[in-house]
C-alpha cells in the first residue's frame, strides 16, 4: 500500500474493498449517477486496475445503431475514474484530460468489456490508460487519461 491510500481502521482500503465485494454485480450501487445510467456490471478490480462489461443499449448508438463515440469515452473516463476512486486516496482527483482513439464499432446487443489501469501515480498527478474491447478481444476504443487530485476530502 503506498503512502497515498488511505487505510480504513484495520489497514484496508475500505473504497477497493467495496468493489471487489461487488465483483460479478451490476454496479447500480454507483455515487455516479453516470455510472448507474451505463448499467455496467463488475468483473474485476484490484489496486491500478479495474475491468466492467456494459451490453450496448439503443441509447447509447448513434444513428447508424452503433456504440457513439461520446458514449465509449464516457464509459472509458467512467471507469478509469472509478478505478482511481478505488485507489484509495484522502482526496478526490478528476479528468485533466481524456485522449480517446475509436478503432472498431460495436452495435445494439454487443457485450463490451472496459479495461484500465494505472500507468504511473504520482503525488498529484496520477496517468491511466483504457480500452473497450469485444468478445473476442477487437480494441472498439482506447485512451489515455491524466488525473489531477483536488482538495476535495473523499468521504467513505
Known amino acids: 500500500m503506498s503512502e497515498s491510500t488511505k487505510p480504513g481502521i484495520d489497514g484496508e482500503n475500505q473504497r477497493l474493498a467495496f468493489l471487489q465485494a461487488h465483483i460479478g454485480k451490476p454496479m447500480n450501487e454507483s455515487k455516479s449517477p453516470v455510472g448507474r445510467w451505463l448499467k455496467g456490471k463488475l468483473t474485476g478490480v484490484r489496486e491500478g486496475s479495474m475491468e466492467v462489461e456494459f451490453t450496448v443499449r439503443e441509447e447509447m448508438t448513434n444513428p447508424m445503431g452503433s456504440l457513439h463515440g461520446g458514449i465509449?469515452?464516457?464509459?472509458?473516463?467512467?471507469?478509469?475514474?472509478?478505478?482511481?476512486?478505488?485507489?484509495?486516496?484522502?482526496?478526490?482527483?478528476?479528468?485533466?484530460?481524456?485522449?480517446?482513439?475509436?478503432?472498431h464499432s460495436a452495435k445494439i446487443g454487443d457485450v463490451i468489456t472496459a479495461k484500465s489501469w494505472v500507468v504511473r501515480s504520482g503525488k498529484n498527478i496520477i496517468h491511466v490508460e483504457g480500452k473497450i474491447v469485444d468478445l473476442e478481444g477487437k480494441i472498439i476504443a482506447k485512451c489515455t487519461s491524466n488525473m489531477i487530485q483536488t482538495n476535495f476530502r473523499i468521504p467513505f
Not at 81 to 86: L, S
Open 72 to 103: 465509449a469515452a464516457t464509459i472509458l473516463d467512467e471507469v478509469v475514474g472509478t478505478m482511481v476512486y478505488a485507489l484509495g486516496r484522502e482526496f478526490a482527483c478528476v479528468s485533466v484530460n481524456l485522449n480517446c482513439d475509436f478503432l
